[in-house]
Structures are given as C-alpha cells and as structure tokens.
C-alpha cells in the first residue's frame, strides 16, 4: 500500500500546476455543457412557432419539452457504470456523438412524434453530459482550482442558454434551424476530445499507474507533484473494492447520496427550469409580443452568464456551502414580488412588466446562479472515489427526475393555481431547499477529493456532526 506523508502532500500542494493546461481540458469537455444548455433553452423559443404550426396544446407542449428530460433520467443512470468500466473520456465522446445525432434528426423533425423522439435522444445525451463532464473535470483539476474548473460546465450550460435564446430572437419562426445549429458545438466537442487525456484516477483505479503519471506530470506541471498526487490516490483506491449499486446504500456512503440527490432535487422545485423552459410562454401571457418576451427573457440569460462567471470564483473563495446561503434567500425575494405582480390580471402597464422582467432576471441570476453552480460541482465531489461514476449518476438523475416533474406540471400549475400561486409555491420550497443548505451541506472547497472521503469515512461529513465533534 502507497503511503501519504506530509512532506509528499506539502511538495503537491507547492508545486505550481500547468493551469493554462486545466482549463483548456476543462473548457473543451464542458462543451458539453453548452450543448446541453442550448438544447434544453431553445425549446423555449422554439416552443413559439412550433405551438402555432403543428397547434399545440399546453400538453403537447409540456411533452414536448419534458422529452429531452425523459432522455435524460435514462442516460445519466447508464453513464455512470459505463463511465467506471470505459472511462470518462470515452463516455464524453459518446455524449458527442449523441448530441450531433439528435440534433439533425431533431431538424428534420417532419411530425410531433418525430420531434419527441429526437428530443428524447438528446436528452440521453444531456443526462449523460450532466453525469461525466463534471467527474471528468474534478480528477484531472488540482484541488485549488477545482471549483472554477467544474463551474466552467454550468457557465457552458447558461452560456448555451443565452445562445439559444438570442438564436431564436434572430431566426424567429425557422425552429428547425435553430435545433440543426446544435450539431456545431458538437463536432468542436468530439475534435476537441481526441486530444486530451483521461482521468488520472480512473487510470490509478484501473491499476494503469505508469499511465496516470504522465497525465498527472502533464497537468500539474511537475514529476514531484504526481508521485503525491498518486500515493494518495492509491492510498484511498486500496481501501475500496471493485464498486457496485449496492455500495451507495452503505451507511457510511448515505450522506454523499442524500446532500448529492438533495441538492440536485431543490435545484429543480425551487422552480429553476421552469422559468428557462417556459419564460416566454409566461411573458406573452403578461401582455409581451413574442420579441420582448424572448429577448427580455435572453437579457436575463446574460445577467446569468455574467453571475455564473462571479461565482465560479466564488465557490473557490468562501466556499459552496455559504455561497448557496448567501443567494437563495435574495431568490426568494425576486419569487414573492413577481407572485405580487401577477395578481388579478397580472402586469397591466409598462412599469409593472418590465418589473417583471427584473425579478425574473434576479430570480435567474441568484436561483440558477447558485443552484446552477453548485449541484455539479458538489455531485463530483462528495462521492467516493469507487462509486464516484455511479454517486454522480444519482445525482444527475434526481435532477433530471424533478426537472420532469416540473416541466410537466409548470403551465399547468399556472394554469390552475394562477402564475401568482405558483410562484408563491416556489418560494415556499425555496426556504426549505435553504435549511436543507444549512443543516446538511458540507463545505469542500479547498479540500482534495480523498480528503473529502476521510470526512465521510469519519462521520464528520455534516455540518452539525462537525459541531458535535467540536463540543467534545
């Protein structure tokens, strides 16, 4: 067995890493991130004209869109095994494919039943994105950097969204453009991906050390560093068996699988997607045409671009957990003042519409700005190096289980409830997705992956259970 000493650990942590190398590795595999965002944002521009020319209802518009997230509860489940046996690489390039595949069938869509089934195939490969290029991200960054590395994946996701909103500003009717142009990120994404390497510690759990070195001297930029690095990779891998489903339900393991799903499940009830889905469809009800309810809804996706950046610095300075807690409680705000301005007959001048606007975008940027940001982030670390492939798979499929739900009960909640109601609904979860934050998100910036699994080996993994250890 490798043994960590201290002075292997201070030499790592000394040496300066190549991070010019990182984040060119990091910006080419959360690519797929961007796809993944403009396929799930352009469906909300789309949504526009295809309602008119295939007239459809609000069901029919709820399936439609909740069909990329059907996909998706199915691939993130399936990468995840596929991630441990194949690789992360392997599996990113797949989502590649998969992403070039369903969009041209996506354009070509000649009837509703085609389209759903396309979307469908794109959502097998945004699942899959949201389960691998976050893992793939957090073993190659160095533990310093990671949070801005992995937050790369969600600016691509706000960024794709933005592009997509602006796309659809400009092409206006021509929806099946606006699904084709999705096929060009992707091509970007397979070229970029035969050149960079594969996980160091997927190398060092398949055995293939002299393999893991190399990657880990090209990346951190020193032969010193990697010989730590990988002691205390071995280290940790030694303890662990080959992993299975049943390895998550262990005792020790549940809290990584309860802050993981739990985060993942909040980033949806708290009405997240909802508003990116169906923001446009909401805003013409309010009395906008379909240009200022697109491009209202499009300068919100900037301001969130723009908070995405900020807070991918953030997580890395004061950390995960206080960044959630200084952010959701102003998104409760934006949610109870937009209830207001949707009452009775909602937005009647300009003033109160454009308020509208405002709260919408705040909503965006503190909501999907912290929620965005860190259900990723914190679903690659928590994890056990062993089931990391799987634990980031349960992540991603409680995001996308609850991302369903609320695609498909969002206009239809509006509908019966009111757009004031249900906004109110969404605040209320709100405060409970904060005390969830609170009690039971730990903090792991700054930390390395096996240091994160001492904590959970340890039952200091909670916050509370910290402060229990810290009374006595």
Known sequence: ????????????????????????????????????????????????????????????????TGAIIFGALFGCLATGPFSDKLGRRRMVIFVGVLFAVGSIASALAPSVGWLIAARFLLGLSAGSSTQIIPVYIAEVSPSKHRGKMVTLFQFMVVFGITVAYFTGFVLGEHWRWMFGLGVVPAIVLLGGMAYLPESPRWLVAEKRIDEAMKVLERVRGSATAARAEIAEIETVAEQEPTSSWRDIAKPWIRPAVIVGAGISMFSQITGNNALIYY?????????????????????????????????????????????????????????????????????????????????????????????????????????PLFVRGKGASIGAFSHWTFD?????????????????????????????????????????AGKSLEEIEHELREHRFYPFQKKRLAQH
């Open 1 to 64: 067995m490798s043994a960590v000493t201290s002075s292997s650990v201070a030499e790592a942590s000394e040496a300066t890493p190549k991070t010019g190398l990182v984040v060119g590795i990091a910006v080419i595999a959360a690519l797929g991130g961007l796809l993944f965002g403009y396929d799930t944002g352009v469906i909300g521009v789309a949504l526009l004209g295809l309602g008119r020319q295939f007239a459809l209802d609000d069901t029919t518009k709820q399936l439609v």
């Open 404 to 444: 369903l739900i609320v695609t498909l009960t969002t206009l239809s909640l509006v509908t019966w409830l009111g757009a004031t109601h249900t906004f109110w609904l969404y605040a209320v979860i709100s405060v409970f997705a904060l005390a969830f934050v609170y009690y039971l998100v730990p903090e792991t």
């Open 279 to 383: 923001a446009p469809t909401i805003l013409t009800k309010a009395g906008f045409s379909d240009e200022a309810a697109v491009l209202g809804t499009g300068a919100s996706t900037v301001l969130l671009v723009i908070m995405t950046v900020i807070g991918s610095f953030l997580v890395d300075k004061i950390g995960r957990r206080t960044y959630l807690l200084w952010m959701i409680p102003g998104s409760i705000v934006a949610l109870i003042v937009m209830g207001f301005m949707f009452q009775g007959a909602g937005p009647q001048n300009d003033f109160s519409r454009w308020l509208t606007v405002g709260c919408l975008a705040a909503y965006m940027m503190l909501n999907c700005g912290s929620f965005g940001i860190c259900i990723w982030l914190i679903n690659s670390e928590v994890y």
